[in-house]
């Protein structure tokens, strides 16, 4: 039987407040159909008797653990990172906790810790960028109530980031800088987040002739975009759209290793906004992902499903361009060999 600090059980309670142990119990939890007035003296009794219920008491009672899973590919990466803080301190306002698994990029490991950590829980929230669509749609039959983030299902609560505008966003900045040659470093191919960039990419080509976009496969973190350097640098474009800040930053590091001059001779843009892309050498141009706004908007669609609300409309939020040092007017091709400034100034007396 739960006991408070001085040993008060809830049978102290009952009889403080004068109503039934159940009364007690309902009240303190929130039940709607207990009388207010009753609500209010059961409170000032367990007040009086510095009554606090047990959290294994308040689940019982409840029928819940309290406890929702959290299901992400890569707890490496800050993007994932700021989700799950903003989805945590969500839950716990709300006196929840969350379960954290990571699925570590594989589309298996998501399935079989989507469905575990379901038997455990209250509900799902699910982040599975690679997970086919007919074999998502499959499983969150399985897992109700469950929220994706950045994934869509019929009836299923999402929140998502906008990443086709966020990218079209990049493209004009860049284009508006005078940039007509560009290559973008794609992520993981079967990536839902990839595929919405390639989009945004097909369309603005499309209806800018005048544009050539090169598609160099790469991957998702800093030793990916490091290792394309010399492809982006042969490639003679002018500037380098990276699938993310990390991919961005790895290549940053490399070309200008390598004597490549950020922007004069190449622009690099990344994509997130992650904490380290504004202390690059220059800042890094980037978009910023409201990654934590989404980890508390996926908390309250959880938070209702469990209330027995209805699933709320799929949410979109657009990240927002964020224009740094690492862009600037197109210069020469980045593997173009510009005259130091000692010739410039023997031409200068020639």
């Not at 059980?9 to 009240?27: E, H, P, W």
């Not at 019929?154 to 940039?179: I, K, Q």
């Not at 990344?270 to 690059?280: E, L, Q």
Request: hydrophobic fraction near 45%.
């Amino acid at each position: 039987m739960p006991r408070g600090p001085k040993g008060v059980t809830i049978n102290d309670v009952a009889a403080r407040a004068g109503v039934s142990l159940s009364t007690v119990s309902r009240a303190l939890n929130g039940n709607p159909t207990v009388d207010p007035a009753l609500v209010a003296r059961v409170q000032q009794a367990a007040a009086e008797l510095e009554y606090t219920a047990s959290p294994v008491a308040r689940s019982l009672v409840l029928g819940r653990t309290q406890t929702v899973a959290v299901v992400v590919p890569d707890l490496g990466n800050p993007t994932f990172q700021a989700i799950l803080r903003g989805l945590s301190r969500a839950a716990a306002a709300d006196d929840y906790h969350v379960l954290v698994a990571d699925s570590a990029e594989s589309v298996d490991e998501e399935r079989a810790l989507a469905a575990t950590t379901r038997r455990r829980t209250d509900g799902v929230i699910l982040c599975a960028p690679r997970m086919p669509q007919a074999e998502l749609d499959r499983l969150v039959g399985g897992l109700r109530p469950v929220v994706l983030v950045n994934r869509s299902s019929d009836d299923v609560p999402a929140v998502r980031a906008d990443y086709r505008s966020a990218l079209t966003d990049e493209l004009d900045l860049l284009y508006a800088l005078g940039h007509r040659s560009m290559v973008f470093l794609s992520g993981v191919a079967r990536s839902v987040a990839n595929t919405s960039r390639l989009e945004a990419i097909a369309a603005f080509a499309a209806s800018h002739p005048d544009v050539a976009i090169e598609e160099l496969p790469c991957g998702v973190d800093f030793d990916a975009g490091a290792a394309s350097a010399d492809a982006v640098i042969s490639s003679g474009a002018t500037a380098a759209l990276a699938f993310n800040d990390l991919v961005a930053m790895g290549l940053l590091s490399a070309v200008q290793a390598a004597g490549c001059r950020v922007p004069d001779d190449l622009s690099v843009v990344g994509f997130d906004d992650i904490p380290f892309a504004r202390y690059t050498s220059p800042p890094l141009t980037t978009a910023t992902v409201p990654a934590a706004q989404l980890g508390a908007q996926a908390w309250a669609r959880m938070r209702g499903l469990l209330e027995g609300e209805a699933p709320r409309d799929p949410l979109w939020l657009r990240p927002e361009l964020v224009a740094r040092g690492t862009t600037g007017p197109r210069g020469p091709a980045a593997g173009g060999v510009a005259a130091d400034s000692g010739d410039a100034e023997t031409n200068e007396f020639d």
